[in-house]
């Protein structure tokens, strides 16, 4: 059969297209922001840096996929399921450890460091008319803990064993997220719930204006117990309607983790994009206003992924 000149010039044309069409793709590159329930600190915050990274990386498409947070992000980086995530530092710790009992399949070695944000705290709040106002109060209530194996679950067992308890003491323990644990409170269906979460989380906030709530302490004596990366901190009067005192509590500080498999660049820009924003992320939340690029790689659990070290020793942060 004999193709004519157009016809085989249309088919060169189009063999050209396809091909510069499939490269197009292949550069494509796309982030998977990896955060938390969607009323805890770690969701704003992932929906502002995927709008910085969206607007800023050129040829980056972005999505904002909501999790269980700590441990599932931890695992879904290191399938190559998401390109940052959010977590504590003990689940990264535990994470790079391989602790089955966390919830991690094995060693995760894939995982690499961004930067340290801010501090969680944890956050134990009851209803008043459930009388509980120490951590002993506990015994024989209900309390919610988070999601099973979430870097919040994991910060309720740590506290329950410094203070001589188990989940065995409480009357019941509930694994949910920060808003349905509230919803339950608010409907006299839970008597506490322990979050751990940035400083004034929407979550407990609602609640305290719903119903009179008690902080209820950790005491310093307790988490100098467990040790780092727990440190003693404290929530100031007037974090929640009707605090009135300050309240003795534990901090564990909060990382942005990637994984090998990101380009330098790509890991590179996000770590600069990120300090280059910090209005805009404290404008989704005001966590944020702790971000300090000087303290970002302190206590880092895991090696930094080279495209964050490049930008460290840019600034000075690294030598």
């Given at each position: ?5 157009r016809i085989?010039?249309f ?15 292949r ?16 969701y ?8 910085i ?6 040829g ?12 599932e ?13 959010f ?12 602790n ?6 094995g ?12 501090s ?48 065995g ?9 920060f808003?349905?644990?509230?919803e ?14 940035g ?10 204006t ?11 004596a307790?988490?100098?117990?467990i ?24 901090a564990?500080?909060?990382?942005l ?7 330098e ?7 600069k994009?990120l300090?280059?924003n ?25 090696p930094?992924?080279p495209g964050?070290?490049r930008?460290?020793k840019?600034?000075g942060?690294?030598?």
């Amino acid at each position: 059969m004999t193709i004519s000149p157009r016809i085989a010039v249309f088919a060169g044309a189009l063999a050209i297209s396809t091909a510069f069409g499939s490269a197009t793709a292949r550069a494509a590159e796309f982030i998977n922001v990896l955060t938390g329930g969607t009323s805890g600190v770690y969701y704003p915050l992932g929906v502002a840096l995927s709008k910085i990274y969206g607007d800023n990386i050129a040829g980056v498409t972005t999505q904002v996929q909501a999790t269980k947070a700590s441990v599932e992000n931890l695992n879904l980086l290191q399938a190559g399921r998401g390109e940052i995530g959010f977590s504590l530092g003990d689940s990264v710790q535990m994470a790079w450890d391989g602790n089955k009992e966390a919830g991690f399949p094995g060693k995760l070695d894939k995982l690499r460091g961004i930067a340290g944000i801010y501090s969680n705290y944890i956050q134990i709040v009851a209803s008043q008319e459930s009388g509980i106002k120490t951590l002993a109060d506990l015994k024989g209530k209900s309390l919610s803990v988070g999601a099973p194996k979430s870097g919040t679950e994991l910060n309720a067992r740590a506290i329950l064993t410094a203070a001589g308890m188990s989940y065995g003491d409480l009357g019941r323990a509930e694994y949910l997220p920060f808003a349905e644990s509230v919803e339950l409170i608010k409907n006299r269906q839970l008597d506490a719930t322990l979050q751990s979460a940035g400083m004034g989380v929407a979550s407990i906030r609602d609640l305290a204006t719903s119903l009179k709530i008690n902080v209820v302490a950790v005491p310093k004596a307790d988490v100098e117990k467990i040790g780092a990366p727990y440190l003693p901190a404290i929530i100031p009067a007037g974090t929640y309607e009707g605090q009135t005192e300050d309240v003795e509590t534990a901090a564990v500080g909060n990382f942005l983790i990637t994984h090998e498999g990101v380009s330098e660049e790509t890991a590179y820009q996000m770590t600069k994009l990120l300090f280059e924003n910090l209005p805009a992320l404290t404008a989704a939340h005001a966590a944020a206003k702790a971000i300090d690029v000087k303290k970002a790689i302190d206590g880092m659990p895991v090696p930094l992924h080279p495209g964050a070290e490049r930008y460290y020793k840019e600034v000075g942060v690294l030598k």
